[in-house]
Nanobody, 127 residues
Framework: QVQLVESGGGLAQTGASLRVSCVAS????????MGWFRQGPGKGREFVAA????????RYADSVKGRFTISRDNAKNTLYLQMNSLKPEDTAVYYC????????????????????WGRGTQVTVSS
């Protein structure tokens, strides 16, 4: 019943910045861990970042650490991923996902932990 809709994808040059967003509806957003995953051409879906209920704790894949920032605005039911210093290898469909949990500090990295998924937004980085 939870619905997630991503937006903000597009074409960017190497070194540029882009922010993707995800608007949630149909659930209690503030009691979900939220995450971003991505799937590049010919690759499986991989973990990118996750953020806890209150936005006070985050976790990042090594490949994006220091370049990407995950955040959330619970008042707007919105999740963000700020992507800086983009590289061609960041090219992928980016998905937001929601993990219902009673533990406010939960930050799973496995896609199986997330029950709800958006349809994705394409990010393409050219060199």
């Amino acid at each position: 019943q939870v619905q997630l809709v991503e937006s903000g994808g597009g074409l960017a040059q190497t070194g540029a910045s882009l922010r993707v967003s995800c608007v949630a509806s149909g659930g209690t957003f503030s009691t979900y861990t939220m995450g971003w995953f991505r799937q590049g051409p010919g690759k499986g879906r991989e973990f990118v970042a996750a953020v806890t209920w209150r936005g006070d704790k985050t976790r990042y894949a090594d490949s994006v650490k220091g370049r990407f920032t995950i955040s959330r605005d619970n008042a707007k039911n919105t999740l963000y991923l700020q992507m800086n210093s983009l590289k061609p290898e960041d090219t992928a469909v980016y998905y937001c996902a929601a993990h219902r949990t009673p533990f406010p500090d939960s930050l799973p990295t496995l896609n199986g932990a997330y029950a709800y998924w958006g349809r994705g937004t394409q990010v393409t980085v050219s060199s």
